[in-house]
């Protein structure tokens, strides 16, 4: 392949981690000190790029309600609490959380409580703050064409119990001019807290974006192709979406010029929160078609390169200059393994990845194939492959991640939770790993590891 864009360094890797998943004290992990002390482990271990999933709001482990949006829950207390926004009293009310793990609903529930105390506390600081007013006041300003929107579907799915938009009351679900007026003057104190909280967001991430630039860190995050039905997106634009589709939406085909104004709008606000994206191929058939090669080109020459990476299942959708992510998981997954998904067989002008954040770790991967009582083939090869007769074990998976690392890709990406050799445990996007698990004999291996690949 010619001319494939990627990331520019040679031969580097990364660690794939939801910032949701850093230790902390409040409940979940923040983009505050946390996220600056991981950039600096992750320079520590040799890493290059730190790979997130989708930064957007909703729920812990699904695609966000919004592909625009920062997730307010990620906001750091400690640095609202240096802002002013939160007092060290309201700190000291917060209730002991679980440190292993996200207990999702009553940390979404406190946190929210937080944040919203702190969004209407900011608010009254800027009446006696012209400098931080006007701060605020830029920030809605060049955001507008997707704040606005989100602000008040926020406001709105709030008012209405959190259900889906096409739960809602006709007028607001159909966005009738006159339904949508009221809606914006009854809900105005709401709608400004939801854009304060979009500005908390963006000033703390920023801050990390800047640590990781500092370091020579690449920050690279997922962006899914496709929306969900009950997105922000999908109510905001329906002359781009059908209103009676259900699932993974993309825009309809007869959309050409909105569609195209709307990928735009989308990349180009990928790329403010990352240096790179992974374009994420929906999980089920979508309602819509995949952009064109055309449609490609157009917004490369737009968007300076378009630094992105496309799914290698893609086949056509992808255009021959994008590089492709190979799933190497896949390849595990063959009773004779391989079939061009295996390591070695990654080719140079691409990413090899172990896990993305949809799949399950490799030491779950490897003891359900141990437990099948119908994977004997598949056990045997693995064995063989992997120089392993226990494959329910840490060497194991340790012998999966340096076969990456060693892969032809230009670039390796590990899951972290696969450098710790963890297994799943509980739901999707709950889990958390711990500082004390990332020790500082698994730090001198991995950058051992990655060193001898020839990626350091």
């Known amino acids: 392949v010619k001319d494939v864009v990627m990331l520019g360094v040679p031969r580097s890797s990364g660690i794939l981690l939801s910032p949701a998943a850093l230790p902390g004290r409040f409940g979940m992990g923040e983009i505050g000190r946390e996220a600056w002390h991981w950039l600096e482990a992750l320079v520590e271990m040799g890493q290059t790029v730190w790979w997130t999933p989708p930064l ?35 700190l000291a009310l917060l ?61 709105l799915r709030q008012e209405q119990g959190g259900r889906d938009w096409q739960d809602w009351p006709s007028g607001l679900a159909r966005r009738e001019a006159a339904v949508m007026a009221d809606a914006m003057v009854r809900l105005a104190a709401e709608i400004e807290e939801a854009k304060v909280l979009q500005f908390f967001f963006h000033r703390q991430w920023q801050k990390v974006r800047l640590r990781a630039r500092e370091l020579g860190v690449v920050l ?66 979508t309602a819509g078609p995949l952009p064109t090669g055309e449609l490609w080109q157009r917004l490369r020459q737009d968007l300076s390169a378009l630094p992105v990476l496309m799914d290698g299942t893609a086949g056509a959708a992808r255009p021959e200059w994008m590089a492709a992510l190979r799933l190497t998981l896949h390849g595990f997954a063959q009773e004779e393994g391989g079939h061009g998904m295996l390591p070695e067989e990654v080719e140079a002008e691409a990413a090899a990845c172990l896990g993305t954040a949809r799949t399950s770790s490799v030491r779950s991967f490897l003891s359900a194939a141990t437990d099948s009582p119908a994977g004997e083939a598949q056990r045997a090869w693995l064995g063989a492959y992997l120089g392993r007769e ?66 350091l």
């Open 56 to 90: 957007g709001p909703g729920a812990f482990g699904a695609e966000p309600l919004c592909g625009l949006a920062g997730n307010p829950l990620l906001v750091s207390f400690d640095a609202l609490r240096n802002d002013g926004a939160l007092l060290p009293g309201d």
């Open 95 to 155: 209730p002991a959380f679980p440190s292993g793990r996200i207990d999702a609903g009553p940390t979404a529930e406190v946190r929210g409580a937080f944040l919203q105390l702190a969004a209407r506390r900011f608010l009254s600081q800027c009446e006696a703050s012209p400098l931080m007013a006007r701060a605020f006041e830029l920030f809605c300003d060049r955001e507008s064409e997707w704040l606005e929107d989100w602000a008040l579907f926020a406001a």
């Open 220 to 285: 690279l995050g997922d962006l899914p192709l496709a929306v969900r039905a009950e997105s922000c997106e999908a109510w905001a634009r329906q002359e781009l979406f059908s209103p009676e589709a259900r699932g993974w939406l993309l825009p309809e085909a007869g959309a050409t010029e909105d569609a195209e104004m709307w990928w735009r709008m989308r990349l180009s606000r990928q790329l403010d929160l990352t240096d790179w994206a992974r374009l994420e191929l929906p999980p089920e058939e």
């Open 390 to 455: 226990d494959l329910d074990s840490s060497e194991a998976v340790q012998a999966c991640v340096e076969r990456v690392l060693r892969s032809p890709a230009e670039l390796a990406l590990l899951p972290l939770r696969d450098v710790l050799a963890q297994a799943d445990d509980g739901p999707v996007g709950c889990w958390r790993f711990s500082w004390s698990a990332l020790n500082e004999e698994t730090r001198q291996w991995l950058r051992r590891e990655t060193e001898q690949a020839g990626r």
